[in-house]
T-cell receptor, first 114, second 117 residues
């Protein structure tokens, strides 16, 4: 799986948009970008994923650059409960019985301040 | 709650003892993964099952570790002769891979925190 680069930490004011960047310059054409977050002492929580197009769901938006070498996760109105470690993961497409494990880095600690 | 569940949530044991953890995946999910997370690190893959078949094991999974998913539903992870280095959070995730879909989304349980004294 391609490696990803994320800033170790970021701050955001409550109610403002949180924009979390991720670089994945060696991504291949069949690799997806996944985002998970982990609140302290809990299991990782799935947020969103995408291949080429921008994606939006009830939690967040994912913006993938046209060359696919970077992406941004956007939390439109951050709350204190969004304070967590956010992981950007690049994952090869699954086929047949192939695995696909998630390879986590250290992620970005997002702290939402009141 | 229809999410992934894990039992126990916490386990404290003495070095040399055996421990077993259980994971109940989301109903009808055909894939089940085990990960381990140590302090300050992201989760690391241990092994995974497709239905009842264990298809891959990480090098992290020493011969003291064994995992089963006997009927393709719940799974157990056993650690024999525990060592202090086994202290970690053990996470289970499940997913559903259907037909020709090229990706499956893994949903994680709350984890089992193991402390080996």
């Amino acid at each position: 799986d391609a490696k990803t680069t994320q800033p170790p930490s970021m701050d955001c004011a409550e109610g403002r948009a949180a924009n979390l960047p991720c670089n994945h310059s060696t991504i291949s054409g069949n690799e997806y970008v996944y985002w998970y977050r982990q609140i302290h002492s809990q299991g990782p929580q799935y947020i969103i994923h995408g291949l080429k197009n921008n994606e939006t769901n009830e939690m967040a938006s994912l913006i993938i650059t046209e060359d696919r070498k970077s992406s941004t996760l956007i939390l439109p109105h951050a709350t204190l409960r969004d304070t967590a470690v956010y992981y950007c993961i690049v994952r090869v497409a699954v086929s047949g019985g192939s695995n696909y494990k998630l390879t986590f880095g250290k992620g970005t600690l997002l702290t939402v301040n009141p | 709650d229809t999410g992934v569940s894990q039992d126990p949530r916490h386990k404290i044991t003495k070095r040399g003892q055996n421990v077993t953890f259980r994971c109940d995946p989301i109903s009808e999910h055909n894939r089940l993964y085990w990960y381990r997370q140590t302090l300050g690190q992201g989760p690391e893959f241990l092994t995974y099952f497709q239905n009842e078949a264990q298809l891959e094991k990480s090098r992290l999974l020493s011969d003291r570790f064994s995992a089963e998913r006997p009927k393709g539903s719940f799974s157990t992870l056993e650690i024999q002769r525990t060592e202090q280095g086994d202290s970690a959070m053990y996470l289970c995730a499940s997913s559903l891979l259907v037909g020709t879909r090229m990706t499956d989304t893994q949903y994680f349980g709350p984890g089992t925190r193991l402390t080996v004294l």
